[in-house]
């Protein structure tokens, strides 16, 4: 059941950006009975294998902006190691709740979010810009340029992901996804696939405190990995396929879930 939740952990994560903490903290801690640590700390080191498998391909593809992903990972993971210091030193109830609030949180400032059309007005409107990449989209079958904009305040969020992903066990692209697509203009599949590329860097950080504290059950992480691995390179092959508008579907939907399942855990 272990290698299975993390077939379909790691194939819903290199598709979205995401890490797959934000799915399998609440099924191991509403499926397989696991306490909150345990489940972040098994997290922390799926993430780290998602990452690897999934952000190896798309980097071949050009998906992945390297020097945007390098530049944020920074605050990223300073963030990280803050975030596993405040985990190991909080209540489990208090923990699940917060967890659930912030995905509500995420869910409704990114329900408007960007479509592909107001990225292509913005990046045609404004000559300027940092991060300049290029790379064959699937889906439209054409090369799209594309530029990172407002890359102040998305830093930020990286830096509040960071301090999120080592507390709660996420890979910080919940939160990391919606800044670089809706506030920096980057198109989907570019956030997505930079957001895998980076999480394995954030949750190597936060899992440093978790190993320390005892927390990490090797078989368990074990059986995970290698779900996760299997599943995120199945979804790594058709990834570019897909248009940005089914990705962010599916992102919400995924997000409003999850968020749901924890808040019923928290409150009752």
Excluded: W
């Amino acid at each position: 059941m272990l290698i299975a939740t993390g077939l379909g952990v790691g194939f819903l994560s290199a598709m979205l950006g995401i890490g797959g903490g934000s799915l399998i903290i609440p099924v191991m801690v509403l499926v397989f009975g696991y306490s909150i640590h345990t489940a972040i700390a098994t997290s922390l080191i799926v993430i780290v294998s998602t990452s690897n498998s999934a952000a190896s391909v798309n980097t071949l593809k050009n998906l992945v902006n390297i020097r945007l992903a390098l530049f944020l990972e920074m605050i990223t993971a300073t963030g990280a190691v803050c975030g596993g210091l405040i985990s190991t030193n909080l209540p489990e109830k208090q923990l699940t709740l917060a967890f659930s609030i912030f995905l509500i949180i995420v869910a409704i400032l990114y329900f408007k979010g960007v479509t592909h059309k107001d990225i292509v007005n913005a990046q045609a409107s404004d000559s300027k810009g940092v991060f300049e990449e290029k790379y064959f989209d699937g889906s439209l079958n054409k090369n799209i340029t594309y530029r990172a904009k407002n890359i102040i305040p998305t830093t930020i969020i990286s830096g509040f992901a960071g301090i999120i992903s080592g507390s709660m066990g996420i890979g910080g692209g919940i939160f990391k996804v919606p800044a670089m697509n809706a506030i920096s203009k980057i198109p989907m599949k570019i956030s997505t696939a930079t957001s895998n590329f980076m999480i394995g860097l954030t949750a190597s950080a936060g899992a440093l405190i978790y190993f320390k504290s005892g927390y990490v059950e090797p078989v368990v992480s074990g059986m995970m990995v290698i779900g996760v691995i299997l599943g995120s390179n199945i979804a790594a092959r058709f990834f570019n396929k897909l248009q940005d508008s089914t990705i962010k579907n599916i992102f919400l939907i995924f997000i409003i879930f999850v968020a749901i399942q924890m808040f019923m855990k928290a409150v009752n």
